[in-house]
């Protein structure tokens, strides 16, 4: 009996508070306006904007023309080049310490004598693709684990440039 004038009192409030149509309606255009957040749409477009910013063209020019004087004039015999200063003040090596022989070395096919200078110049292009790979999958899919191997990786290179900055200065590889 009281179950029953319960169910009744309720269907009845319901009626009571208002027209039942406005407020579906209302909630209607709330949950429309909820399904397009327009803060999505920019970050979308964000990561192909940093991209554009990068000045590439300048970059490339940089490269080329660093390349063709690389080319043309030996490290080794022309004094026009920045001298080192941590191996001036120090007499150690650092780990870009024989990178431009080596550039000029591999520029002109011999690869064995470049990587016996420095192997940073041929290690540095494949380096640059898996850094560039991992920072695009990081930027387009912004999940935790892209941005865990991109900052894994920017430490490996981290830490694999100061061993090889110890290693080098070692006295078994001074000798040779
Ligand atoms: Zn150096």
Known sequence: MSANQNSSNISQRGGVGGNPTDQSKQADDKRRSAAQPPVLVTDQRSPRAGLLRFP???GLLMTVVGAWILWHFDPGAHGFYPRCTFHQLTGWQCPGCGGLRATHALL?????ESWNLNPLPILTGPALLIGFWLWHLQRMTKSDKSQLWARAYLWLVV????????VRNLPSQRIR
């Open 159 to 166: 830490v694999g440039l100061l061993i090889f900055g110890i």
């Open 108 to 112: 002109h096919g011999r690869v064995a």
């Open 56 to 58: 590439w063209g300048a």
